[in-house]
């Protein structure tokens, strides 16, 4: 109940400091000239967010691009020495690596997944396409600590002659093969650990092309149909090319959200037998090896990888807001 109480008087506190804030800046903006009201309201309005943006974004990674050009403890300036370092490991470069590797595989097997799926529930009477992608979206409720854990169970090995847990060794055995172990072998292991944020992300995906799709005007649809147009041609020459926006959308959603991927590669093999990413590395390097500089610079690369993914979004949502 104490902490109920707290939590409940933080919240009051909070909202109550805002009303007051607020207040405060509108009566002295009123106190102004006209003239600067129009001028001065918007920014005192915009403060309080401009600052929650300053102190949670901008000095952190300020900070950060600081503490890359510093020794392991941040105490000795010593310049590239760190990017350096990421440059000649192996280790870093294998992570890289992976993270590319990702960057493939990922978006694009789950907007092909997501769109199948989206086009074909589409197909189906609205009580079977409501069920389908309710059951396709299911997974997104889950965390991807919980999906890692589930799948962790499903590809869990045991040697020869032991009973299986794993549910895909079990499938395998009794199909009279030697169990095998899944997470240690590469490439595959990737593979394996890709599929499950494939299974995760493609309810996102579906709901979106699906949305998308439904959006299409069924007048184009109808025409191309009375030119003789096949489905499939449909789908390619006059669906598609009116859903690319979304597909940008969630093909930046995806590549943002594979660069940092983290969860299920720590709690599945903590970046051993291959599978290290670079989000992985940075935790290693700061817990593990306790090198801040090391891992400051792989977060500058990082934020470096994922900058012009997000200059890209923002131009092309101004340029659709241009265009209405």
Known sequence: MAQLASAALAVVVAIGGLVVA?????????????????RIKPLLFAMPALLLIAVVLVYPTIETIRVSFFDANSQHFVG????K??????D???ALRNNALWLVVVPAVTIAVGLAI???????????????????????AISFVGASTIWGFIYAFRPAGSSQTGLLNALWTSLGFKPIAWLTDA?????????IVVWLQSGLAMVLLSAAIKNVPQECVEAARVDGAKEWQIFWRVV???IKPTIAVVLSTLVILVLK???????????????????VRFINEIFTYNNFGHAAALVVVLLALTSPIVFFNLRRFRAELANR
Do not use: C, H
């Open 92 to 94: 870093i470069r294998a």
């Open 261 to 279: 991927v983290f969860d299920i590669i720590y709690v599945i093999t903590n970046g051993d037998f291959n599978t290290d990413v670079v989000a």
């Open 240 to 242: 598609l090319p009116q």
């Open 187 to 195: 490439p595959w292991n990737n593979l394996l650990l890709m599929a």
């Open 85 to 90: 370092y990421l440059a000649d490991s192996k």
């Open 118 to 140: 989206a086009v074909l529930a589409d197909r189906l009477k609205r009580r079977w396409e409501i069920t389908a992608k309710t059951l396709v979206f299911l997974p997104m």
């Open 22 to 38: 607020f207040a405060a800046m509108n009566w002295l903006a009123e106190r102004l000239p006209d003239r600067w009201q129009r």
């Open 80 to 83: 590239l020495k760190n990017y």
